[in-house]
């Protein structure tokens, strides 16, 4: 399910385009409401806020509230971390910050799952799912896993936006770097990457770390997507 929408994603070229993706992202997987996020440096020293999301109107002035957001477990899980956090109410009784629950639960903030990518160059993207309705636990990894994906893209369209007025300069692959990517984009290990390319499996990493430096990357498969918005990967 999660590949149409991660390809619309990716086509995106203009935020509504982007918006419509997230969105329709978003209900697919039942959930109401939806927060996509990147932070990225600005010129002056500062950081450039881009987000797409649906939060109600009247939500609006919690959502952006420094002071709260300080103690929200939710929040600086996700600063800290890049791994996925399902929450509930538990979450923030745990943390000592019910009151944060039982304030954004009138809104429809009861349950939701969240994750976070903290890039290089201090580049941070969020992505966030929310609902009134508990999640079961036998969906939650299937949940996560999509919501995962899906953010990969999602962060390469929303970054790319964020930055549409600068020039953004096309990096110089090795062939052996193409090809390292092109065999992640089909699925293939390190280890058979490399016994496809007759090399040693050290070598076929090495080749995936280069391309992942040159495209500015933390992650293969975020080397992948970016490699595709390039051209490089037809």
């Not at 999660?2 to 086509?11: D, G, K, S, T, V």
């Not at 109410?89 to 039982?102: F, I, M, N, P, R």
């Not at 293969?220 to 037809?234: D, E």
């Amino acid at each position: 399910m999660a590949n149409r929408h991660c390809e619309a994603a990716l086509a995106a070229s203009t935020v509504a385009d982007l918006r419509r993706a997230v969105l329709e992202f978003a209900a697919s997987l039942g959930f109401r409401t939806v927060s996509a996020v990147t932070v990225t440096p600005s010129g002056d020293g500062g950081f450039h806020y881009m987000s797409i999301d649906n939060n109600p109107t009247a939500y609006e002035e919690a959502y952006y509230n420094q002071t709260d957001a300080r103690r929200d477990p939710v929040l600086q899980h996700l600063r800290r971390r890049s791994v996925p956090i399902l929450w509930n109410q538990q979450t923030y009784v745990e943390a000592g910050c019910a009151e944060l629950w039982e304030a954004q639960a009138l809104f429809g903030y009861r349950f939701g799952i969240a994750t976070a990518s903290h890039l290089p160059h201090a580049i941070h993207f969020v992505l966030g799912l929310d609902t009134d309705i508990p999640i079961r636990t036998t969906d939650a990894n299937r949940l996560i896993a999509e919501m995962q994906l899906f953010a990969v893209y999602a962060q390469e369209a929303i970054i790319a936006l964020a930055h549409a007025n600068s020039t953004s300069t096309r990096p110089c692959l090795t062939h052996r770097e193409r090809e390292a990517l092109l065999w992640t984009m089909e699925g293939k290990t390190a280890w058979e990457t490399a016994h496809i390319l007759g090399i040693s499996e050290r070598t076929a990493t090495e080749h995936m770390k280069n391309a992942m430096h040159k495209l500015n990357c933390n992650s293969k498969h975020q080397a992948v997507v970016k490699a595709i918005k390039f051209g490089i990967l037809g």
